[in-house]
């Protein structure tokens, strides 16, 4: 894949210009994925435009495709280029069904919990949006965040968990002395 970018560049505004995201879009679809990781036309779309703008042209491409754009990603691109940019397209479509999937694959699986992805996650989301994350995690997999935490860890680790996150009511089962 080209360099995507080399500055760290990417645009945070979130006004979004309209007719950039359709041009971007109709580029992306008359191209087709395949192109999207070779051609470095592709690079400053996925690396330098806003979040907000991604999420436009994704909207606009998967109306132009009949298809969400993460499948047309799990089909045409594999390997690690075709997982970042999958992610790529889940981050920006929906931030919150992204991290609530982090969570959630960090707690279950055969080996156990991945500690290390945990942690990352709600380190790295607790003073920006945990609550959002919360309810998706909720909508998503029917129990709360809290009791899924409760579950996979334990003691003074489990209560700084849920007190990073804000699950209250879990926390006060394991620490009465914790008031929200």
């Given amino acids: 894949m080209p360099l995507l970018s080399n500055q760290g560049t990417r645009d945070d505004d979130t006004q979004v210009n309209t007719s950039q995201a359709k041009w971007d879009a109709r580029a992306m679809y008359d191209a087709g994925p395949k192109h999207w990781a070779k051609d470095s036309t592709f690079a400053p779309i996925f690396a330098d435009r806003s979040y907000a703008h991604l999420k436009l042209v994704f909207t606009e491409f998967e109306e132009m495709a009949d298809t969400d754009i993460e499948k047309v990603l799990g089909k045409d691109l594999h390997g690690d280029v075709g997982h970042l940019l999958e992610s790529l397209a889940k981050f920006a479509k929906h931030k919150d069904t992204y991290f ?33 994350i919360k309810e998706r995690f909720q909508e998503q997999y029917h129990k709360s965040l809290g009791s899924a935490l409760e579950a996979e860890t334990s003691g003074h680790y489990r209560n700084i968990l849920l007190a990073l996150t804000g699950c209250h009511d879990e926390l006060r089962k394991h620490d009465p002395a914790h008031i929200a």
């Fill in 100 to 132: 609530a999937e982090l969570l959630h694959k960090s707690m279950k699986g055969h080996l156990g919990t991945n500690h290390k992805a945990l942690i990352r996650t709600v380190v790295s989301r607790c003073e920006k949006d945990m609550v959002p």
